[in-house]
T-cell receptor, first 110, second 114 residues
Framework: EDQVTQSPEALRLQEGESSSLNCSYT??????LFWYRQDPGKGPEFLFT???AGEEKEKERLKATLTKKESFLHITAPKPEDSATYLC???????????FGTGTLLAVQP | DAGVIQSPRHEVTEMGQEVTLRCKPI?????LFWYRQTMMRGLELLIY????????DSGMPEDRFSAKMPNASFSTLKIQPSEPRDSAVYFC????????????FGPGTRLTVT
């Protein structure tokens, strides 16, 4: 069964304290790995799509990487405004749709 | 563009009542998705349309749920009769060119069934 697992469930960082979020997937024939940010009371907002192992993409303090089994979202010197839930989703497998993980709730304290 | 528009933003109803959620996708987008989000199960795809045609409804929980897309600018998700376990946030999303392309989400409808 296609599955996406994110860890940790929650992460609390001090401002400036870099860390990484993990997204493990078991999807045969992965066609894309997506990262979204979700703020409370809002819909997910697209961040990145990665298509092949070894690919990296950056946006401000965020960098996403992909291997054949997992993806990481690295957060460098985070700020309080980076606080949100980060969702990853895998596209591929037996169905033509995104399979989402349950997310990592990130809190960055000033 | 105003983005994906959903209404209502909040809905409180009693068990057994009919609920209709509405969505206006981004103009020009040819894919529309309905998702449900709960704490326990996260974000789950219910159904998606391509050019107003339902393509995959395997995520629709049961016959109480139905979705329509009468034209390119409007879709509805209906629950009849509603049950307390249907309480969740329902999101509509749209994309251009493919189910695996960047999806733009609406603000969601928070449904509470008492």
């Amino acid at each position: 069964e296609d599955q996406v697992t994110q860890s940790p469930e929650a992460l609390r960082l001090q401002e400036g304290e870099s860390s990484s979020l993990n997204c493990s997937y078991t999807v045969s024939g992965l066609r894309g790995l997506f990262w979204y940010r979700q703020d409370p009371g809002k819909g997910p907002e697209f961040l990145f799509t990665l298509y092949s192992a070894g690919e990296e993409k950056e946006k401000e303090r965020l960098k996403a990487t992909l291997t054949k089994k997992e993806s990481f979202l690295h957060i460098t010197a985070p700020k309080p405004e980076d606080s949100a839930t980060y969702l990853c989703a895998a596209w591929g497998g037996a169905t033509n749709k995104l399979i989402f993980g349950t997310g990592t709730l990130l809190a960055v304290q000033p | 563009d105003a983005g994906v528009i959903q209404s209502p933003r909040h809905e409180v109803t009693e068990m057994g009542q009919e609920v209709t959620l509405r969505c206006k996708p981004i103009s020009g987008h040819d894919y529309l998705f309905w998702y449900r989000q709960t704490m326990m199960r996260g974000l789950e795809l219910l159904i998606y349309f391509n050019n107003n045609v339902p393509i995959d409804d395997s995520g629709m929980p049961e016959d109480r749920f139905s979705a329509k897309m009468p034209n390119a600018s409007f879709s509805t998700l209906k629950i009849q009769p509603s049950e307390p376990r249907d309480s969740a946030v329902y999101f509509c999303a749209s994309s251009f060119g493919g189910a695996g392309n960047e999806q733009y989400f609406g603000p969601g409808t928070r449904l509470t069934v008492t």
